[in-house]
Structures are given as structure tokens and as C-alpha cells.
């Protein structure tokens, strides 16, 4: 142990250190510093001696390493309490051969750094941004760092890069636990459940509870903006739908996520040998009965019914749209009403990723590909929309 100075000062709590022109002074913990003292009595502490160390040497440099998709809430705290522990925070971010496991709705290593670098820059946290190759990625090896951050989730892994730390005659790196951000419904916020489409970033349901317990109407102010397209319009002419749709299809990676809203769109897609995730039909086209749509067969489909008059969301809406989407295969969704509005709700249940495709009158197949934005504008539509509790 180095040379103790003993310093008379009863401002100081345990945990402070103070940078004199001498060093770095931090008191040293005694089991009787915690006692009473008589009033006028002034505690006399000791305190371990540090020498100075050269400015670059003396930075506190912490690493961060992970995926960062979707960056969320969570990620935000873990950011902000690692880099509060260090001076400067290395951010390593895993590269997209590193993600490729993943599935394609994780967001390419370009979209997670920019992510990143906007928040860096909006909060004023003393961060970098790096590209990650391998597990470990510097931590091993990096004689400039002292700190290392983490969730319970990862622990593991930082233990591991201490061991191997000492193995090369390195000093162990204070490992920073972070706790995890809990979502509104009592889970972990994590990127896979918004990659889902369960909650937003901030950690929100897109579907709350009490949805599933009022009527929707919609309001007459939502009228035009509803019936303007959701997404891009592939246009076509009306008394042949393939033309349009095969534009559309064109734009379609995953054609097994593809939800398909209304009998011209369903029949179509039926006809040109794709069987969408979930169908919704009605046996109408413009609000009149359409005899062709007695053609959809869609044979190994499993069938839900729902009672959804016009200009409403219904509880039996909501529950068919939410057991079609858990239902693991191709769904039909057979409407005694109306299925408009029905894009609502499954945009808001749906995992993104998910393309929504549907007719646009005497125009086309308009096709929306799910994301963040799009979840964010139905739940907008949705709360502006008069409700009445269901019977």
C-alpha cells in the first residue's frame, strides 16, 4: 500500500475523491467511520495517496458493445449510466455480418450508427461510435480502458473478457451492471419485441387492453385522410388487377408477410399462386356485393370471423385480426360488415416488416411495409376515432 496522508475534512463521504496538486486523494473505509461523534468533534479521515498520472493516461476510457437495434429507452439509460462512470465512452456496434443471424428486420450496421451518432449528438453524452467484428472486439487487450458496461444479460461475457485480461497481465475492468428498461407491459424493453411490433421505442403498447373493450367510430375530420393511400401506389387499370399487383409484388422481398385487405386484392393474389399471411374479405368491392369473390377459396387457410359494421373497429374486429396474427399459418379473415379500417388494427398488432396490401378504387394496390412510422399514424388514427364501451 502507498503513503497515507491524513487530511482533516467532514464534508467528504466515502465514496469522493478530490484531485489535488498533488494527486488523487480517496478515503479509505474504516468499520468505525459510520459511529457518532460528540457534537463539536471533528472526524479525522485517512485518506490512500495517488501519484499524478499524465493527462492521457489519467482519462477514464469505457467501452459498450452490442447490437443497438431499434435503439430504444433502454439503450438510452445504458449509455448514459456507463459513459457517467467513465470520461470518454467507446460505443462498438456489431457489424451486419455479425447480425446476419438475426433475421433481415435487424437494421443495417449504417441505420444503427446513424441511430447512434444522432443520439451521441442530441444529448451531449461524451461518446464514440465503432464497428464491432468479433465478440470481445478490444476489450481484451486494451491497456487505455477501465471501464466496461453491461446488463445482467451480459455479464457473462464481460467476466469472460476479464479473465482473458488477466491472462495477459492486464488489470480487470470495472464492470458497470445496468439495470434493464421494463416496457408497459411489465417485460423487458427489448429490440426483438419492437422488432415484433409489440412496443415502440419508448416502451408503449401499440395496442392497449381498453382497445378491446370500446367501439371505434370513425370521426368524419379522418374521412380524406383515410382515403388517401397508406403507402406507395402501384397503379393499374381496374378491370385488370394483375397488372397493378404485379407491381406491387415486385417490391415485395418476403411475399410470406404480405396481409392482404379486400376481395380484389385477396382473389388476385390468390390467382397469381400467392396465399397471403392473413386475408380480409367481405364479399364486397366499393360497398357492393362482388360475385367473383365467391372464386377465393384459399382452402388451407384457417378462417376467423368478425362483425365489424361500416365506419367501426370492433372488439370482434380486434380479436380476429390479433388470433390471426398469432395463428402460425395462412389466415382468412371473413367480414359480416365491413373490412376497410381493418388495416388499423393489424398494423398495430402486426411484427414489422409486415407489407399490408390493399386495393385503392379505380387506382391501383397501394402497399405499405410496416415500420415504425406506420404504427405511430394507426395509433394516431385510432385514438382520434370516438369510441363507446362495447356490450
Not at 245 to 259: G, H
Not at 285 to 308: C, G, M, Y
Request: proline letters at 6%.
Amino acid at each position: 500500500m502507498g503513503p497515507r496522508l491524513t487530511e482533516w475534512d467532514d464534508s467528504w463521504d466515502n465514496q469522493s475523491v478530490r484531485q489535488t496538486s498533488w494527486g488523487r486523494v480517496r478515503p479509505v473505509s474504516y468499520g468505525d467511520e459510520a459511529g457518532s461523534y460528540a457534537p463539536g468533534h471533528r472526524l479525522c479521515r485517512m485518506f490512500q495517496f495517488t501519484p499524478p498520472l499524465p493527462k492521457a493516461m489519467s482519462e477514464r476510457i469505457g467501452l459498450l458493445g452490442g447490437t443497438f437495434d431499434r435503439l430504444h429507452v433502454g439503450h438510452h439509460r445504458l449509455i448514459e449510466e456507463v459513459a457517467a462512470r467513465c470520461d470518454n465512452l467507446e460505443i462498438h456496434v456489431t457489424s451486419d455480418s455479425m447480425v446476419s443471424a438475426k433475421g433481415n428486420q435487424v437494421q443495417s450496421y449504417d441505420q444503427r450508427f446513424e441511430s447512434l451518432s444522432t443520439f451521441i449528438e442530441q444529448t451531449g453524452v461524451q461518446a464514440s461510435v465503432h464497428m464491432l467484428d468479433d465478440p470481445f472486439g478490444p476489450a481484451p487487450h486494451r491497456e487505455d480502458c477501465v471501464v466496461i458496461g453491461c446488463t445482467s444479460e451480459t455479464l457473462d461475457g464481460c467476466e469472460r473478457i476479464n479473465e482473458m485480461r488477466l491472462e495477459a497481465a492486464l488489470k480487470p475492468l470495472e464492470i458497470v451492471v445496468v439495470a434493464h428498461f421494463i416496457d408497459e407491459a411489465g417485460e423487458i424493453l427489448s429490440s426483438s419485441r419492437i422488432r415484433s411490433g409489440i412496443v415502440s421505442p419508448s416502451g408503449t403498447l401499440w395496442i392497449q387492453a381498453s382497445d378491446f373493450d370500446t367501439v371505434r367510430y370513425m370521426p368524419a375530420v379522418l374521412d380524406e385522410e383515410l382515403k388517401q393511400p397508406l403507402g406507395t401506389l402501384h397503379k393499374g387499370p381496374e378491370d385488370n388487377p394483375s397488372i397493378a399487383l404485379e407491381s406491387a409484388l415486385s417490391t415485395v422481398k418476403d411475399k410470406s408477410m404480405i396481409i392482404a385487405v379486400g376481395d380484389v386484392t385477396v382473389l388476385s393474389l390468390e390467382e397469381s399462386g400467392h396465399i397471403p399471411r392473413v386475408a380480409v374479405i367481405d364479399g364486397c368491392t366499393k360497398r357492393q356485393e362482388w360475385s367473383p369473390s365467391s372464386r377465393i377459396t384459399l382452402d388451407e387457410s384457417k378462417r376467423f370471423h368478425a362483425v365489424n359494421p361500416a365506419g367501426t373497429l370492433t372488439r370482434s374486429m380486434y380479436e380476429a385480426c390479433r388470433d390471426a396474427m398469432h395463428w402460425d399459418g395462412p389466415t382468412v379473415i371473413d367480414v359480416e360488415g365491413e373490412e376497410d379500417l381493418s388495416p388499423i388494427p393489424l398494423i398495430l398488432i402486426c411484427p414489422l416488416g409486415t407489407v399490408i396490401m390493399y386495393g385503392q378504387p379505380g387506382e391501383g394496390i397501394v402497399v405499405r411495409r410496416v415500420d415504425l412510422a406506420a404504427k405511430s399514424r394507426a395509433r394516431r388514427f385510432l385514438d382520434a376515432f370516438q369510441s363507446t364501451e362495447s356490450k
